[in-house]
């Protein structure tokens, strides 16, 4: 619809033309004009408890589809609050758009009330920084980030805007959107010859591994890694950001690979002659130092950042490497294979790296009596389904559901993995749930995680969200008292909560119809099973073992020859 309307309608009118339905978001003066706007339209609203949940709620949005999710907020310390947020996304490659109310443009710098430089703050943790200014052509501008953010290496990106600019009336064009994606949609193919070298690689190797990150977490690269597996069926692992993207329970699937990945992934590359890693970023939970991570691999490397390939270029020497879009990359090898009736042998190493998982399955102990966070995500895994969305907080639990809920499908677990933040798991899933609304959602928290945004806990129970949280209490920070206990002897300053309050109650007072507190063994299968067949907000608080920790475990700078497996992760014979 063309017409005359002013700044903030022409933003919501070009967000309804780009097809978004849901947006996250918290008012305040200087953005009223949008809000106003935004009640007349047909884009829902979730107002959440604060703006970093606002941010948080619309990366989960994302992270959980292919779409972009959208966050509006205030000026001044309601742009602030979102940075974690942002930055959290940047450092995970997700695109997201946040819209900011500004001062009007004459008193930018003039020290006015709720003024801040936005571009200042924002230009290292997000992809991009836009200041409307007077002139400038909203319509255009926001069509453009939104394919912007979703182009090439994804991103937020924030928008700054004026409360004059959302006032002036202007003209609305109601440019065509594909005119913008077009502008994102070329793509670098490999050579005919680089394929060549690519499968001269893989032909001359008898023990080659797939290394699956994040870049290719998405429906259409699954479909395309998964095909080209299935010409060759070699060994893969997968990082944090990569669970799913291929089928864990897949007899090829070794899991997650890293500092808490499981024993066998970690062996496994210790032999590899081929290391194809796609769509990762080589980061120091998975390798510490790049030039120490499997040395006696020869290695390929595909992905869309130019700085990254750069980088593993000068540090490793890859045999191949590819900058470019590893969907593309992975189907046009695909089609290479097939004209070329590629073949490989590596039976044996099948059977070697089938040997590895058998004998040395993941273990926690079975013998203490408290309850484990091992345990409880162990059972959890038998009682959900391939469907299943789920968000994780920051510390033990996030490491240990990794280890233990294997998942089949893209965009199925959703954590913070880059920045690594508490609080982001409950803002997260509600995302997740507007994204996927026929969804069983699970967010699974540690206390201090739940606590860091527990006003999502209000807007979950207040708007009756179906979303079901998992809180794994071990009464403060479990992960950090675990490096305390081993750099200090077990002496521990500021990760241990004396007061004990019940979070099942706190959840009660916020309109959940289902919460309770689980504290023995003997109650857990069936609080597990209740918990999951309520309906509505519910949320499960298990009090776990105060020292439990996570094993395997690659000590920082080590080796993963130095993998420490602990008394319960034995060989089995």
């Given amino acids: 619809m063309k017409g005359d309307m002013n700044g903030a309608e022409m933003l919501i009118k070009s967000l309804e033309d780009l097809e978004v339905k849901q947006v996250f978001g918290y008012t305040g003066a200087a953005i009223l004009p ?89 230009e290292d943790a997000a992809k991009k920084v836009i200041l409307l200014s007077n ?15 979703k182009s090439g290496k994804p991103g937020p990106v924030v928008i700054d805007l004026p409360l004059n600019i959302q006032q002036r009336k202007g003209q609305y064009r109601a440019l065509d959107h594909e005119m913008f994606s077009s502008t994102y949609g070329h793509e670098n193919h490999p050579s005919k010859k680089q394929c060549r070298s690519f499968f001269k690689l893989l032909q001359k190797s008898r023990k080659p591994i797939l290394y699956l990150g994040g870049g290719l977490n998405s429906d259409g690269a699954s479909r395309a890694i998964r095909e080209f597996n299935e010409l060759f069926n070699i060994p893969f692992v997968n990082t944090l950001m990569a669970k799913g993207l291929m089928d864990e329970g897949h007899p090829r699937s070794l899991g997650t690979l890293g500092m808490f990945g499981t024993p066998y992934a970690n062996m496994a590359i210790q032999e590899t002659d081929f290391f194809f890693a796609i769509g990762v970023r080589w980061d120091d939970r998975v390798a510490e130092k790049v030039g120490g991570f499997a040395l006696n691999a020869d290695i390929a ?58 004998k040395w399955p993941l273990d926690y102990n079975r013998s203490s009596k408290s309850i484990q966070q091992a345990e409880v995500l162990d059972l959890l895994s038998t009682c959900i389904s ?163 920790a996570v094993y395997p475990k690659v000590p920082p700078g080590k080796p993963y020859r130095e993998m420490i497996l602990r008394p319960y992760i034995r060989e089995r014979r």
Avoid at 503 to 519: N, T
């Fill in 386 to 548: 391939d469907e299943t969305r789920i968000t994780t907080g920051v510390g033990n639990h996030q490491m240990l559901a990794a280890q233990y809920l294997r998942r089949s499908k893209p965009k199925s677990f959703m954590t913070s993995g880059s920045f690594g933040t508490m609080g982001f798991a409950l803002p997260a899933a509600i995302g997740v749930h507007y994204a996927n609304p026929d969804a069983e959602v699970i967010a699974i928290d540690g206390d201090g995680g739940l606590k860091m945004n527990m006003g999502e806990l209000h807007t979950i129970g207040s708007l009756g969200l179906p979303i079901k949280i998992l809180v794994l209490n071990n009464h403060g920070d479990g992960m950090v008292r675990n490096v305390q206990t081993a750099l200090y002897g077990g002496e521990f300053t500021g990760t241990v909560r004396d007061s004990d309050i019940s979070l099942a109650e706190v959840a009660r007072v916020c309109g959940f119809g289902h919460a309770k507190r689980v504290s023995d063994r003997k109650e857990l299968r069936e609080s597990i099973d209740d918990f999951l067949a309520s309906r509505g907000p519910s949320l499960l608080e298990v009090i776990t073992d105060f020292d439990e």
């Fill in 34 to 122: 949008v809000f106003h706007a935004l009640g007349k339209s047909s884009i829902g609203l979730t107002v959440n408890s604060n703006e970093q949940a606002c941010a948080f709620s619309a990366a989960g949005y994302s992270r959980s589809s292919d779409k972009v999710g959208v966050a509006i907020v205030t000026s001044g310390p309601a742009i602030t609050n979102t940075l974690t947020a942002v930055a959290d996304s940047y450092g995970d490659s997700i695109p997201l758009l946040v819209f900011a109310g500004q001062v009007p443009e004459h008193k930018i710098g003039t020290d006015a009330f709720q003024h801040i430089n936005v571009r200042g703050i924002f």
């Fill in 135 to 149: 002139g400038a052509d909203i319509e255009s501008i926001v069509k453009d980030a939104y394919y912007f953010a």
């Fill in 301 to 358: 490397y595909i992905d869309i950042n130019p700085e990254k390939v750069h980088q593993i270029r000068s540090e490793r020497h890859p045999k191949f490497s590819f900058i470019g879009d590893a969907k593309t990359a992975l189907e046009d090898l695909t089609e290479y294979a097939k004209q070329e009736n590629i073949e490989i042998d590596i039976r044996e190493w099948q059977e070697k790296t089938s040997e590895l998982r058998q």
